[in-house]
Nanobody, 119 residues
Framework: QVQLVESGGGLVQAGGSLRLSCEAS????????MAWFRQVPGKERELVARISSWSGGATYLADSVKGRFTISRDNAKNTVYLQMDSLKPEDTAVYYC???????????WGQGTQVTVSS
């Protein structure tokens, strides 16, 4: 089992910044992929960003956050970060950290952290 614990959410004004962190613990075997999803009530969960643990850390960012969000990781700390800049009210959501070794589904999820962007 892998446990994921998110932190860093909160309330910020539009144009502001937040940094989310997600620390993994438990049965961690390299390489693995860590990702950030977000969900708004009544809508499907959306993949925001993804990063691998391979050397170079290949990344993915959703079009809606490109140029504003950055994903990074510290393998020594088993932690992934989501730096969110130029936040918009439409970024308001619960943000979840997730992890997988391979395949299309993520078996491990954090509890979620609320991000609220006021206009």
């Amino acid at each position: 089992q892998v446990q994921l614990v998110e932190s860093g959410g909160g309330l910020v004004q539009a144009g502001g910044s937040l940094r989310l962190s997600c620390e993994a613990s438990g049965d961690i075997y390299f390489p693995y992929i860590m990702a950030w999803f977000r969900q708004v009530p009544g809508k499907e969960r959306e993949l925001v960003a993804r990063i691998s643990s391979w050397s170079g850390g290949a990344t993915y960012l959703a079009d809606s956050v490109k140029g504003r969000f950055t994903i990074s990781r510290d393998n020594a700390k088993n932690t992934v970060y989501l730096q969110m800049d130029s936040l918009k009210p439409e970024d308001t959501a619960v943000y979840y950290c997730a992890s997988k070794r391979s395949g299309s589904t993520y078996p491990y999820w954090g509890q979620g952290t609320q991000v609220t962007v006021s206009s």
